[in-house]
């Protein structure tokens, strides 16, 4: 959702102010985290599990400032990276952007967890927009 000033949904954004996003048609998606971007694009992280399993794999959907989905990052505004070995699971779960003043491009630092042997590992991924 997005709200107005005086805290009532924005129509603008959406439907009617509201935004529903699946990332699988068959199984669990998650966004856990959000950073808005310059431009007011939205960049949502979090995991999705892959096919009919309960591995989930780290996502990243980029969406237009009205809320649409960001059709010039990757398919259908999705970026969906296996971190984890074979059937392991892993997610991410904080964004972060970075700027960068030698190039005019901002990247997206996501962080978050994948299965090790038999713990977590931490993963951070980098992301060109």
Same mark, same amino acid.
């Given at each position: %959702?997005? &709200?107005? #000033?005086?805290?009532? &949904? ?9 935004? #529903? *996003? ?14 808005? $971007? ?5 960049? &949502?992280?979090?995991?999705? *599990? ?47 952007? $970075? ?6 491009? #901002?990247? #997206? &630092? $996501? ?13 951070? %991924?980098?992301?060109?927009?």
């Amino acid at each position: %959702m997005r &709200l107005s #000033v005086n805290g009532a &949904l924005d129509a603008s954004f959406g439907t009617a102010g509201r935004g #529903v *996003y699946a990332l699988s048609t068959t199984n669990w998606d998650e966004a856990t985290a959000l950073v808005q $971007q310059a431009d007011g694009k939205l960049l &949502l992280g979090g995991w999705v *599990y892959t096919g009919n399993s309960s591995s989930a794999d780290t996502a990243l959907l980029r969406l237009n400032a009205d809320g649409s989905r960001d059709a010039s990052f990757g398919p259908g505004g999705v970026r969906i990276t296996p971190v984890a070995a074979g059937t392991r699971t892993d997610a991410g779960r904080a964004l972060a952007l $970075q700027p960068d003043d030698r190039v005019p491009t #901002v990247r #997206v &630092l $996501q962080a978050g967890e994948a299965s090790g042997n038999s713990d977590l590992d931490v993963v951070l %991924m980098r992301h060109w927009l």
